[in-house]
């Protein structure tokens, strides 16, 4: 069965950075597109970051293009975010979820919750 | 940049007909697709390409999109069915994904 497992997120100060990683299994990872999507405490779904199977093709949300690095290892079937000059604002838990083409998103991870305070 | 516009809250009663939409400018013209959040879990897919229910999502969860609106209807509303939904949207113009603000259901 499809599984995605999101790790790498804690307590970071502002101006900081964190590696999030994701960990897919039950399906040909190289086959998909992934995206980051986050969700601040009490509030709703925003996208952050969408890479094509190859990797070739990368997209941001405008709130993140410049700090936020999507990449992934296909032969280690993992999907990664690096997150630099972290601020408040990107306190949230951050989901990693399949992509059918860049349309919609099929399964989703658990999340891992990112914290940015000083 | 394209705007998706939830209702906040929609209230049903139990075993009657729930209809939550999403307004966007021409989302006729776009691919819709739905999310539900239960409090503490991940979301879960349960309609895409605006009417289509994926494998294990029960008959009762249909969609429609035309126009300036796209609207989940749930059937025969359950208690279960009491969680958050929100529409999505790929729009091509800025090549973002764009999600609605998201609805509180909730089963009387």
């Known amino acids: 069965q499809v599984q995605l497992v999101e790790s790498g997120g804690g307590l970071v100060k502002p101006g900081g950075s964190l590696r999030l990683s994701c960990a897919a299994s039950?399906?040909?990872?190289?086959?998909?597109?992934m995206s980051w999507i986050r969700q601040a405490p009490g509030k709703g779904l925003e996208w952050v970051s969408y890479?094509?199977?190859?990797?070739?093709?990368?997209y941001y949300a405008d709130s993140v293009k410049g700090r936020f690095t999507i990449s992934r290892d296909n032969a280690k079937n993992s999907l990664y975010l690096q997150m630099n000059s972290l601020r408040a604002e990107d306190t949230a838990v951050y989901y990693c979820?399949?992509?059918?083409?860049?349309?919609?998103?099929?399964?989703w991870g658990q999340g891992t919750l990112v914290t940015v305070s000083s | 940049s394209y705007e998706l516009t939830q209702p906040l809250s929609v209230s049903v009663a139990l075993g009657q007909t729930a209809r939550i939409t999403c307004g966007g400018n021409?989302?006729?013209?776009?691919?819709v697709h739905w999310y539900q959040q239960k409090p503490g879990q991940a979301p879960v897919l349960v309609i895409y390409?605006?009417?289509n229910r994926p494998s294990g999502i029960p008959e009762r969860f249909s969609g429609s999109n035309s126009g300036n609106t796209a609207t989940l209807t749930i059937s025969r509303a359950q208690a279960g069915d009491e969680a958050d939904y929100y529409c999505?949207?790929?729009?091509?113009?800025?090549?973002?994904?764009?999600f609605g603000g998201g609805t509180k259901l909730t089963v009387l």
């Open positions: 979820a399949r992509g059918y083409s860049s349309s919609w998103f099929d399964y």
């Open positions: 039950g399906f040909t990872f190289s086959d998909y597109y």
């Open positions: 890479i094509s199977s190859s990797g070739s093709t990368i």
């Open positions: 021409n989302i006729g013209s776009k691919n």
């Open positions: 390409r605006d009417s």
């Open positions: 999505q949207v790929w729009d091509s113009s800025t090549a973002h994904v764009v």
